[in-house]
């Protein structure tokens, strides 16, 4: 009876306890954001190994991120005791998958040495392939071929089963041809990329059944966390795992049978576990007496339909209504009681999703809403820097009621957007820690870009012109560049100066000789024009001149756009300083601010990024057309690109357990030029019940009104009048003068108030460039 049940399963409601309890079959937890699926998934493991199911290592965990994983050990440890030393198994596809491919890579043709190209890599060689082939690599550019590659790769398609239709769109037909001579390359380098880390196990299992027949020995179970965003191969990958055919011998699984398991990793994982949490609840293990099901599928897969948010990178949502046809007989278990967020959160949430088609469609309740909880908090600010300065406010009065930042995040639906909020941070002595990427000024089209910068600002600056003096590519080898080094040694100059003297001289072969001759002209004209043109527009001009923005321009990889964005953002910020010099002094010292792991910190993280996380305190800046939806997705019209975007709401909503900031700003230099913005399609979709408009108040500049009625002003809204006009109203009649004004007017008429009446003296100026 429940009086008996492990500590463990004692908190969790009937549903969780039938989802971590029916361990044998098939098991689809299907539950919306905050109802315990990850907690399901971890106790689920707790629960196997305390009752003597299956030893650490015959249980495959898939978790989306690496973090994940190591919270998950972390979770099972305390649940179980110290006994449990580690889960082998427990990892992203990618990490499982080089440590199966590590085993057998001889089944492929590797050594179990192979090493990983990252895209650089694969580009390259890309490159290679297309010109041997005779092909002009600038109509069939190689980053384009990668990115098919890898969407096959996704699809789990190898060369000969990709469509004659995509074979034929690339290279005048020769796409099959190429992606098999790729395949082939990768396997004289003894290397491998990223898709094939799935690929080939699965290629593995299907050719060699002995193999899979090994694993499927091993697996005892498999649970998989964020299910709604597997691909295609990965879903191949988990169902020859988990499917067990007909042809194989029927398994006989005891935990003895692990000992003499020969794929089975170190011996610490065979030590028979000490089940002391659950021997102390009255409950012997009960592997020995209780016979375990065989050619069961022991398969658990958790997921939220509405926070599928990797269809840009070849998630298929439909893995989700598959399962049941694929796991016949799978019980499915659906969570409704929320345990992360306040009624106000979950409201707001819940009315916004609602507006996507085609859900699965799921209740969320939380049975403590409390008066005191606070509404979600919509707030506006002038442009970005002003957002930062309100953002950092409110967390300082967070604070001093004694809030930990460790408590509190800031989720952007683009990384561009972190760099006002890393500035103002260090100039406020705010800690703060970017999760899942690097910080702004260190990723690489910025440190790119200011090393151009340096060079001008510093013509002696030799390790940064080391960097671009071939970036991009300007047909300088290694050998040139070596050169280069040589005489600027030898002769005590500066790299630079040495580029410009080989350039006039017969030391080097005409190609590389002229691509030095056009870096020396380019850096001395910029050098002059330091002095004469304000020192955006030169970096605009240098970015240009050079080929660098043109060479992310030409990259079709995922990332591009979004280092293009950086690179504008990183001109924007340079217009708070007097002259390149003092900006890049700024540089240097937030660049030597330390990222400390142990210190309370506040978390800034993209929205995909922060999936499965939670924070007493959220923070979601930029709501505006354009940037979140993202002008992409508009771009690409249709509804499923706008309908991941506010998957993508959904998931950055309900991060927040307590405290929700939105915020949205009326300006945005887009293309150098200062631009209204208009309120984000999905502050209309909140539900006024639950949202509080922020005052302005004086705290945050005084601003007031500015803002105007009716987030939606100025757009065609597709829903009617903007809910927000009533809620504008309502909130002290800072709206009501604009409350009958039709939306496009009124936004006008407030954004010249917003300049004249607010701005003028302080950012009013930018308006006019
Ligand atoms: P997401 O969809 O965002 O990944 P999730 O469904 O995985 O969310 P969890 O992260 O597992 O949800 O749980 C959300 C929060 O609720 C966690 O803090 C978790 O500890 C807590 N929680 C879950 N179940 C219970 C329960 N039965 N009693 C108390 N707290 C719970
Ligand atoms: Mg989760």
Same mark, same amino acid.
């Given at each position: 009876g429940h009086g008996n049940a492990p500590d463990y399963l004692k908190g969790l409601n009937p549903e969780q306890r039938l989802a971590v309890e029916t361990t044998e079959g098939p098991v689809l937890v299907l539950a919306g954001a905050g109802t315990g699926k990850t907690r399901v998934l971890t106790t689920r493991i707790a629960h196997i190994l305390a009752t003597g199911r299956?030893?650490? =290592?015959?249980i495959l965990a898939v978790t989306f991120t690496n973090k994940a994983a190591r919270e998950m050990k972390n979770r099972i440890g305390l649940l179980v &005791?110290?006994?449990?030393?580690?889960?082998?198994? *427990?990892?992203?596809f990618h990490s499982i998958g080089v440590k199966l491919l590590r085993r057998h890579a001889e089944l492929v043709g590797? %050594?179990?040495?192979f090493t990983i190209l990252d895209t650089d890599d694969v580009t390259r060689l890309i490159k290679q392939l297309i010109q041997a082939e005779g092909l002009d690599d600038k109509r069939w550019a190689p980053r384009t071929f990668a990115q098919m590659i890898d969407g096959w790769k996704n699809k789990g398609l190898g060369p000969d089963e990709i469509a004659e239709g995509d074979a034929r769109a690339f290279a005048n037909g020769k796409g099959r041809e190429l992606y098999r001579s790729y395949q082939a390359r990768l396997t004289t380098l003894n290397a491998c990329d990223f898709g094939d880390l799935l690929l080939h196990p699965i290629r593995i299992f299907r050719k060699h059944h002995d193999v899979l027949a090994e694993y499927h020995r091993k697996f005892k179970y498999i649970l998989v966390d964020e299910?709604?965003?597997?691909?295609t191969a990965q879903y191949m990958w988990l169902r020859l795992l988990a499917q067990r055919p007909s042809f194989e011998a029927p398994l006989r699984s005891t935990p003895q049978d692990e000992r003499s398991d020969?794929?089975? !990793?170190?011996a610490r994982d065979r030590a028979?576990?000490?089940?002391s949490g659950a021997t102390a609840q009255g409950?012997?293990?009960?592997a020995a007496t209780r016979p375990v099901s065989e050619?069961?599928?022991n398969i658990c897969c958790v997921g939220d339909?509405?926070?599928?948010?990797y269809g840009w990178r070849g998630?298929?949502?439909?893995n989700i209504l598959r399962f049941e046809k694929d796991f016949p007989g799978a019980t499915v278990v659906r969570l409704? %009681?929320?345990?992360? !967020?306040t009624a106000h959160i979950l409201g707001a949430a819940a009315h916004l999703i609602a +507006?996507?088609?085609?859900r699965l469609g799921k209740t969320l309740f939380t049975? %403590?809403?409390?008066?005191e909880d606070p509404k979600v908090n919509v707030h506006a600010a002038w442009d970005s820097d002003e957002e930062a300065r309100a953002v950092g406010e409110t967390v300082e009065v967070y604070q001093r009621q004694k +809030?930990? *930042?460790?408590?509190m995040a800031i989720l952007v639906?683009?990384?561009?957007?972190?760099r006002s909020f890393e500035d103002r941070f260090i100039e406020i002595g705010l800690n703060y820690r970017v999760i899942g990427g690097p910080r702004f000024y260190e990723r690489q089209e910025i440190r790119d870009a200011l090393a151009y910068l340096r060079v001008v600002a510093n013509p002696g600056d030799d390790l940064a012109f080391e960097r671009i003096v071939n970036v991009p590519k300007r047909g300088l080898g290694e050998a040139a560049v070596r050169q280069v080094h040589d005489t600027a040694r030898a002769l005590r100059i500066p790299m630079l100066e040495a580029a410009g003297n080989l350039a006039e001289s017969?030391? *080097?072969?005409p190609k590389p000789r002229a691509a030095l001759r056009e870096v020396a002209a380019n850096f001395a004209r910029w050098q002059s024009a330091l002095e004469t043109t304000p020192h955006t527009e030169l970096a605009e001009t240098i970015l240009e001149e050079s080929g660098y923005t043109a060479m992310w321009k030409n990259? %079709?990889?995922?990332e591009a756009p979004g280092r293009l964005e950086n690179l504008k953002e990183l001109i924007r910020s340079m217009?708070?300083?007097?002259s390149l010099r003092s900006f890049l002094e700024h540089v240097a010292l937030v660049m030597d601010a330390e990222q400390n792991e142990e210190q309370d910190a506040i978390s800034i993280m993209t929205l995909h990024s922060a999936k499965g996380l939670e924070f007493e305190t959220v923070f979601l800046p930029g709501w505006e057309e354009g940037l979140f939806p993202h002008q992409r997705a508009l771009d690409e019209g249709g509804r499923s690109a706008l309908e991941e975007e506010r998957r993508l709401a959904y998931v950055g909503l309900t991060r927040a357990k307590k405290n929700l900031h939105l915020w949205f700003v009326s300006n945005r230099r887009i293309h150098g030029l200062w631009q209204s913005t208009i309120p984000s399609r999905f502050l209309d979709e909140l539900p006024e019940a639950h949202v509080e408009v922020a005052e302005?108040?004086? !705290?945050? /500049?005084?601003? &007031?009104?500015?803002?105007? /009625? /009716?987030?939606?002003?100025?757009r065609q809204n597709p829903y009617g009048a903007s809910r927000f006009d009533s809620v504008g109203s309502a =909130?002290? /009649?800072?709206?009501s003068n604009t409350y009958a004004t039709p939306g496009w007017a009124r936004a006008k008429a407030n954004r010249t108030e917003a300049t004249d009446r607010n701005w003028g003296s302080r950012s009013g100026h930018q308006v006019e460039r």
């Open positions: 299956a030893w650490p =290592s015959q &005791g110290e006994a449990i030393e580690g889960m082998p198994w *427990l990892g992203t590797l %050594r179990s040495d299910y709604q965003d597997t691909n020969p794929t089975n !990793s170190p028979p576990p000490d089940f409950q012997p293990p009960k050619n069961k599928v339909d509405d926070q599928s948010i998630a298929e949502v439909d409704e %009681r929320n345990y992360r !967020s +507006h996507n088609e085609g049975d %403590r809403p409390d008066p +809030h930990n *930042l460790n408590d639906r683009a990384s561009f957007q972190m017969d030391e *080097l072969k990259d %079709r990889s995922a217009e708070e300083y007097e302005g108040g004086n !705290s945050y /500049g005084g601003y &007031g009104n500015s803002y105007g /009625g /009716g987030f939606s002003a100025g =909130s002290g /009649g800072s709206f």
